[in-house]
């Protein structure tokens, strides 16, 4: 074929995010566009967005800024297109903006630079799954879109919408043709994965011809029958989270649980507007593991809140001494635009901010190496990620990628990415473990 128009393209932001972004490619690939890496090769360059926070705003706009001096065609879409005079005010030059999951306009405004060609059945064909920026062992299943709450520190009900589930007929086919084009592990995502199929009133779908409630428990249920690991993300700990924990007991989906707790202190969950306080949480905790004791939880945590006090802090460490949880992110507070808790008294300065968050992080250092070290001795199965001349790269069912630890095994050369590998722990580090694979002697 000559003359194949081709789109440059560049998806910054979350998981759900890039599900957006594969969207987007897979309709592109359907119509016949090609796709480039490099701006000269392309007749039009997609930026996909990310609005949440401050950095991340700038990062989206460095990148227009970046695709217009080299390319000069550019479209913007995504969560930083919801607000079109902040993109327009800085790179008047872009050809359009759209905001998040607003493919169709995408689309109309690539057809306005560059039409798609005729059709060549011969050379667009697009894999059942979808086009994915993702390594083909695992990919994001997004569940729904948009959500109810309205924490003080965050835009995303405006950026995204209310919460908006997909059924879970479409979820589960969507996951069955991931398995069978090869996918090792489903990562679910969503902006609160808890509240799954509450918009619909957990309306009734079918899968293989069975009645299953679009419920979060029903979908779990149906996933763990792939075979595939699944690993669920952004569990707000809802009482019916409880639910979940058996099946990953009885192995029907990862015992693994990402949950944004972001604090402890019961005074400054309050002024985030999140419900809770530490000694419930801790209660809920003790309980899971006493029904899945390998579980491993991952959460996420804002310093420097506006009005946090130093005993507040001080009761978010106890938490975490107490809590050992295995897998932690921490942020500095930052203003967002358009959000409440920019108005609250008592900013915090910078330093003392940072101070926060060195501390915080020094001692999750020690509490995840300590984790790691009781795993040295003992054999655990690991997902090939990486193939190097080095070695191999990979992760055990408690390493979400991209943002949790990783499975080192030097020299080991004769894996491939997506392979499942029994493998002794031999070390670890305060993030990371390393490990030789385990030969079968029969």
Request: aromatic share 8%.
């Amino acid at each position: 074929m000559t003359n194949v128009p081709v789109i440059g393209f560049v998806s910054l932001g979350c998981p759900k995010a890039t599900v957006d972004s594969e969207r987007i490619l897979t309709q592109l690939k359907v119509e016949g566009y090609r796709f480039s890496g490099d701006y000269h090769d392309a007749d039009v360059v997609v930026i996909n967005t990310c609005g949440f926070i401050e950095s991340a705003v700038e990062e989206s706009l460095d990148a227009i800024g970046e695709a217009l001096e080299k390319h000069g065609k550019v479209i913007v879409t995504g969560c930083l297109g919801k607000n079109a005079q902040v993109v327009t005010s800085r790179h008047p030059g872009v050809l359009a903006v759209t905001g998040p999951h607003e493919y169709e306009a995408v689309m109309e405004a690539v057809h306005a630079v560059v039409a798609p060609p005729a059709f060549d059945p011969h050379q667009d064909l697009v894999p059942t799954s979808g086009v994915k920026l993702t390594p083909r062992h695992y990919a994001y299943l997004k569940i729904s879109e948009g959500c109810n709450h309205s924490c003080s520190f965050c835009i995303i009900p405006d950026l995204r919408g209310k919460l908006v589930s997909r059924g879970i007929t479409d979820v589960v086919a969507e996951a069955k043709n991931l398995v069978a084009d090869g996918v090792k592990e489903l990562l679910v995502v969503s902006q609160d994965t808890s509240a799954y199929g509450v918009d619909l009133k957990y309306r009734t779908g079918f899968v293989d011809g069975r009645p299953v409630a679009t419920r979060m428990y029903q979908l779990a249920e149906e996933l763990g029958k792939l075979d595939a690991w699944v690993r669920m993300h952004y569990v707000y700990p809802y009482p019916h989270v409880d639910d979940l924990i058996p099946l990953m007991r009885d192995g029907l989906i990862l015992p693994y649980l990402d949950i944004p707790l972001q604090h402890a202190s019961k005074s400054v969950l309050g002024a985030m507007k999140r419900p809770g306080d530490h000694e419930s949480m801790l209660e809920r905790i003790a309980g899971w593991r006493d029904v899945c004791p390998e579980i491993a939880l991952r959460s996420t945590f804002i310093v420097g809140f506006p009005g946090e006090s130093e005993r507040d802090f001080n009761e978010l460490l106890d938490f975490i001494r107490v809590a050992k949880l295995d897998r932690v992110g921490c942020f500095t507070y930052s203003d967002v635009a358009g959000a409440q808790a920019n108005h609250l008294p008592n900013h915090l300065p910078e330093e003392e901010k940072t101070r926060r968050l060195e501390a915080f992080m020094l001692l999750q250092a020690e509490i995840s190496a300590q984790k790691l070290a009781e795993k040295v001795g003992y054999e655990m199965v690991v997902l090939i990620d990486e193939v190097g001349a080095d070695g191999a790269v990979g992760r055990t069912y408690a390493d979400a990628p991209e943002v949790d630890g990783t499975v080192l095994l030097p020299g080991v050369t004769d894996v491939e990415p997506g392979m499942f590998v029994d493998a002794l722990i031999v070390g670890s580090s305060a993030y990371d473990l390393i490990a030789e694979p385990v030969f079968d002697d029969a």
